[in-house]
């Protein structure tokens, strides 16, 4: 079946850089474009980064564009985020999640990894 | 940027009926989605462009965008229902994809 491991998570100085992966199964990766998501201790959901199905396209979000960036290898079916220069408003689940080819929702989404941005 | 405003809570007694709104400048204009997250669990997409359902949502969830604000309702809400709620539009002057601040429900 269609899944989305993310993985890379962890605790972080502020300053300091990470990169998350995303690795899909169940279907044609290379055919879809991807998202990333992040949710912020006890707040809703806000966009991050997007990418087109060959990492042709990418789009940031105000609050992270030049500093995060968003990648893909579709030779090994995985999704990336670099993110540096890492604030503590920077701390929430990431997720990451499927842009089916012709629309702009997300379906389906991974289980999340958590960054904590801290002294 | 576009922005999605949506009522916080909304509390249901099981059985009746959720309705969920998400307004937007000119919303009708736009695809509207909508996503379920129970606690501690990634979201779920529950309605897409307005209101088409994924293969394995119950047709209790249903959406509608007309009159300057879209809905998502729940009929014969149920315990499982009880989760947080998001609208979600892709903003074509800037590219980039706006989720609503959610809405609680709440099975009494």
């Known amino acids: 079946q269609v899944q989305l491991v993310e993985s890379g998570g962890g605790v972080v100085q502020p300053g300091g850089s990470l990169r998350l992966s995303c690795v899909a199964t169940?279907?044609?990766?290379?055919?879809?474009?991807m998202c990333w998501v992040r949710q912020a201790p006890g707040k809703g959901l806000e966009w991050v980064a997007v990418?087109?199905?060959?990492?042709?396209?990418?789009y940031y979000a105000d609050s992270v564009k030049g500093r995060f960036t968003v990648s893909r290898d579709n030779s090994k079916n995985t999704l990336y985020l670099q993110m540096n220069s890492l604030r503590a408003d920077d701390a929430a689940v990431y997720y990451c999640?499927?842009?089916?080819?012709?629309?702009?929702?997300?379906?389906?989404w991974g289980q999340g990894t958590l960054v904590t941005v801290s002294s | 940027s576009y922005v999605l405003t949506q009522s916080p809570s909304v509390s249901v007694a099981p059985g009746e009926t959720a309705t969920i709104t998400c307004g937007g400048n000119?919303?009708?204009?736009?695809?509207v989605h909508w996503y379920q997250q129970k606690s501690r669990q990634a979201p779920v997409l529950v309605v897409h462009?307005?209101?088409d359902r994924p293969s394995g949502i119950p047709e209790r969830f249903s959406g509608s965008n007309f009159g300057g604000t879209a809905t998502l309702t729940v009929s014969r809400v149920e315990a499982g229902d009880e989760a947080d709620y998001y609208c979600?539009?892709?903003?074509?002057?800037?590219?980039?994809?706006?989720f609503g601040s959610g809405t609680k429900v709440t099975v009494l």
């Open positions: 000119n919303i009708g204009s736009k695809r």
């Open positions: 462009d307005n209101s």
């Open positions: 169940g279907f044609t990766f290379s055919r879809h474009g």
């Open positions: 999640a499927m842009r089916p080819a012709g629309y702009n929702w997300f379906d389906p």
């Open positions: 979600q539009v892709w903003d074509i002057n800037s590219d980039h994809y706006v």
């Open positions: 990418t087109s199905y060959n990492g042709d396209y990418k």
